[in-house]
């Protein structure tokens, strides 16, 4: 029982993740009054990338040429390090929240260097920009999740998933102002709107798009791939730590069906977010950004003032 | 063996290897290569030889203490104290000398008949032995000798390459900032020895609860001043950024790496050991100001262009990180939570640690680089990775150390500095509590940063096209820089990964320092593995390693060997949008960090230059070339050394009248002067 | 705003299945299906599209757009357009090739992983159409780059753009495109 945990605590995010970019994409087409690509469209898409050739340019070296495999196996290591849907799986190894932040530190890390290593102008920017939104977001992102990690005296993720905070009376309204905070550094992390538009072909105002302009066939695959892993990784991180309700917390099968169900409906729900206000909003002029970024930082401090 | 080691014979034959490397090179000084094998050998040998003493006296728990000879001045002894603390940094020292000096052998090769071998070896060798008796000496009047000696012999190798205007003019302003720093320190010295009566640092500490309070904390203000110039903290960083830059890069990265840690160090052994008890608002500024020099230092250097300054400036980052797990010790420490002072110096200790290992690292690899191709603009860089694959391999691994990123040990190191503060922001009371905070927010930004300013860092030396034609005539450097480079990149591996082992190590040397042998300290607080508090915060390297490694081993070989092995690789152009492929068409530094200093325009106050030649003067309608300098303007300069030095003048100028040249009035002078001194006398 | 999402909620399905221009859209409907089954079977139910504009005087740009609005919605048969030619399987070129833009369409087809397809879309493209005499054009499509099939129009309505691709699709098999390439190279 608790290999087959692990293991599904393991494929778990790289099997669900494409779903969920699937889902976002359905919920904006309906918005645009369209019917809109199949939910299962992400996972064609990856096979189809993993089946075509690559053009390699001739500038780029081994970093361009291993950062698709790196980081992938980083969002699979940080899937595995957070708690999806058991709580009774104490990963004291690596579920530390600052080990999480900084695996995923190491993801934006290599990508952007893969931007610049190309020496296109687009890539060079999309990193300067991904890095810009990445350095002033760690702050927000540290500090959300450290308001949790306080009301619970640990910052293993597991054992905070396991107190169920915002149930308790005194730490309803941190929990909540954190996660704000933590919400909008999700959309930054994920160039979601109002930070980064994924759909867009202006190749001025990529971020995330522009240090992937050069790649092709499987290290594309492989990269969009990685982005929905961290997608699934943060809405997981916000589901289950600050709203950690229907988590398995006890080894039962039937707790762990429950567990994963609620995860799925639980980042159902922070998609159809997603998707709503990707569909309401515009995306923010660039040097505003920061703002925004401050505003979630300020949410997660005041969050710990009022504690 | 390791108790001659642990003893004083062990630290005499130490001092000796570095003085015969010291007086060999120079007498050698005739001949380069000779000069630089004996300067080479013997520091390789001495720092391997103090690498055995610090070990053996932590190992054998033993104190050493000794007196060599006797003076004729009853206040200066010859008195060495080793303590864990002492030996900690001796192997700290010894440790990064041992890889700058291997990496010297080769790196001195492009002074030869440039400049005087013999003499870069002798104040080489005088720099490494003067830090190691910075740390060891236990007499005020001997401390001042030694770090006098560590000062000058550094200013000189700063100035190394004279002919170069620019390492005059940094040389001057680190000898008058060292200096300035110094007196401080003299001042503070004074001031304690008016009430314990010794320059002896054991006394001092014996009779510290002589002082009252008002002195004490005076003596706190000009030692935080006085060590925090050498350490670097802003805003007395400013010779920081000229110096490290301009001296021979293996003498940068002892600089940057061990040298303006003696700094921290005795602000650790004052406010510590000595000034025991120490009053709460000490440790609130020392920590205010760590938050404020790291979260400054590294937007310094995302502004800058200069490889070699940028890695300066994030040594002030760096440093300002270690103040943290000062500030925070000494806030415990005045709280009476021992454990957690503990706990808080390890993290220090480990950061400094760590931090001589890493900035070491890319100090030599940026030496590396600027060896072959003699500049270090990084606008002139770009694509080096395929013309010094290895060395961009060892300064991506220092990148990665330095941005904490795991498995490295910069991220262990980090991520005890953060847990010290969560603590503090968690047990504190409410005012106290915003100090933690605003320390732990300023260092998580200024991780964020430095990921950003190391991205900018790697990519646009290392990665993408040339950008001028420096590049593609550099070659790999040879092997002894290579072999000094990757043996620092492995252990900046392994001490992460060995991370729990090490702050085991750590916890004993701290415990040993602030409480007598027989004091227990209650709990083991983090014992064999990384584990912080009572077991519910803990992070194992070897599990993030095996992780992610194996992670990206299996990632591959699915990839690449089950899904579809068929799959063609084609070489092809960068795909640009259509438009040509040029050396400018790639993102420089100073764009990539453009976005950050606009962003942070109220601290860092950009400037930028337009300039536009026309072809024809009279109608400016085509315009020949036109050129953009952006930059950031020197604000300490301007807020705060100038108008310091204005007032000095405007004094000085005051003062002038009072020379008026007659002799009359000199003899008038004197006269007041006597009758003044008596008045005071009687 | 909440006002106009429940609106847009409400209206969807009278919008997408009104009794406008339905026969038409029945049509579309048939030869989309029919679409998605070939690309299915070709690329695995994923088409990616980069247009190129050599030059085009917009018009097929504007019908190439209206495939992905609301009307149209080609996305739903597995067909999305992407921002760069690494990430595409087919080439979609309008307009007659200009002198300048001449270069950036042959960097554009060899930075197109294979297996791909370039069609030429647009009277413009085939042979120059109206621009076929200027100076500025250096000329068709298919004397810069190799191209596979032709969507006449002057524009292609986006129906016949479907039926076109459908054409493609059935007209190719994967390993013809995959020969084809190797016999290029």
């Known amino acids: ?307 | 063996m390791m108790n001659i080691l642990a003893s004083e014979t062990g630290f005499i034959v130490l001092f000796f290897l570095f003085a015969v490397g010291a007086a060999g090179s120079l007498l050698l000084s005739g001949n380069d290569k000779l000069a630089n094998a004996c300067a080479s050998c013997f520091s390789i040998a001495g720092s391997i030889w103090g690498i055995a003493v610090s070990v053996a006296v932590l190992a054998t728990n033993s104190v050493v203490n000794f007196t060599v000879g006797q003076t004729f001045w009853p206040l200066l002894s010859f008195n060495f104290d080793v303590t864990k603390l002492s030996a900690f940094f001796v192997f700290t020292i010894a440790l990064i000398s041992l890889f700058c000096s291997i990496y010297g052998i080769g790196y001195i090769k492009h002074y030869y008949r440039k400049y005087s071998i013999g003499a870069l070896g002798f104040f080489y060798n005088l720099f490494i032995a003067g830090m190691i008796l910075t740390v060891t000496a236990n007499n005020a009047l001997l401390f001042l000798i030694f770090w006098e000696i560590m000062s000058f012999a550094s200013y000189f190798l700063v100035v190394y390459e004279r002919d170069e205007e620019q390492n005059i003019s940094a040389g001057f302003i680190y000898l008058v900032m060292t200096h300035i720093g110094t007196l401080f320190i003299i001042a503070a010295f004074l001031l304690i020895f008016k009430y314990t009566n010794s320059f002896d640092f054991s006394v001092m500490k014996q009779s510290a609860e002589l002082l009252p309070l008002s002195v004490k904390n005076a003596a706190f203000v000009l030692m935080l001043i006085g060590f925090g110039t050498k350490a670097g903290i802003i805003p007395f960083h400013i010779w920081l950024p000229k110096a490290h830059p301009a001296a021979p890069s293996h003498v940068s990265a002892l600089m940057s790496g061990v040298m303006i840690k003696t700094g921290v160090y005795m602000l650790i052994k004052f406010f510590l050991v000595v000034l025991q008890p120490v009053p709460l608002w000490w440790g609130l500024t020392v920590l205010t100001i760590g938050a404020i020099s790291s979260l400054l230092g590294v937007l310094y250097a995302l502004t800058e262009h200069d490889l070699k300054r940028l890695l300066a400036y994030s040594s002030i980052e760096n440093i300002g990180i270690i103040l943290l797990g000062v500030g925070s010790a000494l806030v415990f420490s005045a709280l009476a939570m021992p454990e957690l002072v503990i706990l808080s110096l390890v993290a220090a200790l480990f950061h400094i640690f760590n931090h001589a290992t890493f900035k070491a690292l890319l100090f030599l690899s940026a030496g590396s680089v600027i060896s072959q191709t003699h500049t270090r603009n990084m606008e002139k860089f770009g694509g080096l990775i395929r013309y010094m694959p290895q060395t961009a391999f060892c300064f991506l691994i220092g990148s990665m150390a330095i941005s904490a990123l795991p498995p490295f040990n910069g991220f262990f190191s980090e991520w005890l500095i953060f847990q010290t503060l969560f603590k503090g922001i968690f047990l504190m009371d409410f005012w106290t509590k915003w100090f933690f905070i605003f320390a732990a927010g300023s260092l998580a930004f200024t991780g964020g940063l430095a990921l950003a300013c190391f991205v900018k860092a790697f990519g646009s030396t290392f990665l993408a096209r040339p950008r001028s034609a420096v590049v593609a005539l550099s070659r790999e450097s040879t092997f002894a820089l290579l072999i000094a480079m990757f043996l620092l990149a492995l252990l900046a591996l392994l001490f992460g990964v060995f991370s729990g082992w090490i702050t085991s190590v750590l916890k004993y040397i701290s415990t040993g320092m602030i409480y007598r042998a027989d004091a227990v300290v209650a709990g083991s607080a983090y014992g064999n593995s990384f584990v912080v508090g009572n077991g519910s915060d803990s992070v194992s390297a070897i599990a993030i390693l095996f992780g992610v490694g194996l992670a990206v081993v299996f990632v591959i070989i699915a990839a690449r060997f089950v899904i579809n092995r068929k799959q063609k690789e084609v070489i092809g152009e960068t795909w640009n949008c259509g438009s040509a492929l040029l050396p400018r068409t790639q993102i420089n530094a100073a764009g990539f960090s453009r976005s950050i200093v606009l962003i942070f325009k109220g601290l860092l106050k950009p400037s930028m230059q337009h300039d536009v030649e026309y072809l024809d003067a009279q109608s400016r309608y085509l315009p020949s070339s036109r050129a953009v300098s952006v930059g950031i303007s020197d604000v300490y300069d301007i807020y705060f050394y100038k108008p310091l030095y204005g007032i000095l003048t405007s004094l000085s100028v005051y003062s002038k009248a009072i020379q008026s040249g007659n002799i009359n009035v000199y003899i008038l002078y004197i006269l007041i002067a006597l009758t003044l001194a008596l008045l005071v006398v009687v | 705003m909440f006002k106009k999402i429940i609106k847009i909620f409400k209206n969807s399905k009278t919008i997408n299945r009104s009794d406008f221009d339905f026969a038409r859209n029945v049509e579309f409907e048939t030869s989309g299906e029919k679409l998605h089954t070939q690309i299915k079977n070709l690329f695995s139910g994923s088409l990616a599209i980069r247009q190129i504009d050599a030059g085009s005087d917009n018009s097929c740009e504007q019908e190439l757009v209206a495939l992905s609005n609301s009307y149209y919605d080609i996305e739903r048969f597995g067909i999305s357009f992407v921002a760069s030619p690494r990430h595409a399987d087919m080439l979609l070129v309008t307009g007659p090739v200009t002198r300048n833009m001449a270069e950036a369409l042959k960097i554009a087809y060899e930075a197109t992983p294979n297996p791909k397809i370039v069609v030429a879309v647009g009277d413009d493209a085939i042979d120059g159409g109206l621009f076929s005499d200027s100076y500025a054009v250096s000329g068709r499509v298919d004397s810069v780059v190799p191209v596979d099939y032709q969507i006449p129009g002057d524009p292609p309505a986006p129906m016949v753009i479907v039926e076109h691709l459908l054409r493609i699709m059935e007209s190719y098999s994967l390993k013809q495109i995959s020969a084809r390439v190797g016999s290029e190279l």
Not at chain 1, 22 to 45: E, L, M, S, T, W
Not at chain 1, 55 to 74: E, L, M
Not at chain 1, 269 to 275: E, K, L, Y
């Open chain 1, 1 to 307: 029982m608790m290999i087959f945990v692990w293991l599904l605590q393991v494929v778990l995010t790289p099997i669900a993740a494409p779903l969920f970019i699937g889902i976002i994409k359905k919920i904006k087409a309906k918005f645009q009054n369209r019917c809109g690509a199949n939910v299962f469209q992400p996972y064609k898409d990856l096979w189809k990338l993993m089946h075509k050739d690559e053009v390699v340019s001739k500038d780029a070296s081994w970093i361009f040429r291993y950062t698709p495999y790196i980081i992938f196996a980083i969002t699979i290591v940080a899937g595995a390090s957070i708690p999806l849907f058991a709580t009774y799986i104490k990963n004291t190894l690596t579920g530390d929240f600052l080990l999480v932040i900084y695996l995923l530190a190491g993801y934006t890390f290599f990508l952007a260097l893969a931007g610049m290593d190309i020496g296109s102008g687009f890539g060079g920017f999309g990193s300067s920009r991904e890095m810009t939104v990445a350095a002033l977001a760690e702050g927000g992102l540290i500090f959300s999740l450290l308001t949790i990690s306080l009301a619970g005296g640990s910052s293993n993720l597991f054992s905070l998933a396991d107190q169920h905070m915002i149930l308790k009376n005194q730490f309803f309204l941190p929990v909540l102002l954190a996660f704000c905070g933590f919400f909008i550094v999700l959309l930054a992390e994920n160039s979601r709107f109002p930070f980064d538009n994924p759909s867009t072909h202006l190749e001025l105002t990529m971020i995330h798009e522009a240090m992937i302009l050069e790649y092709s066939g499987k290290r594309l695959a492989l990269i969009e791939w990685a982005a929905a892993n961290k997608l699934f990784v943060f809405a997981a991180l916000g589901a289950n730590v600050f709203f950690p309700l229907g988590i398995a917390q006890n080894d039962s099968v039937c707790a762990v069906i429950v567990g994963v169900l609620a995860l799925l409906i639980k980042v159902t729900v922070f998609c159809v977010f997603i998707a709503v206000l990707e569909s309401i909003i515009a995306k923010f002029r660039f040097f505003r950004l920061p703002d925004l970024l401050m505003v979630s930082f300020i949410l997660s401090v005041i969050a710990i003032g009022v504690m």
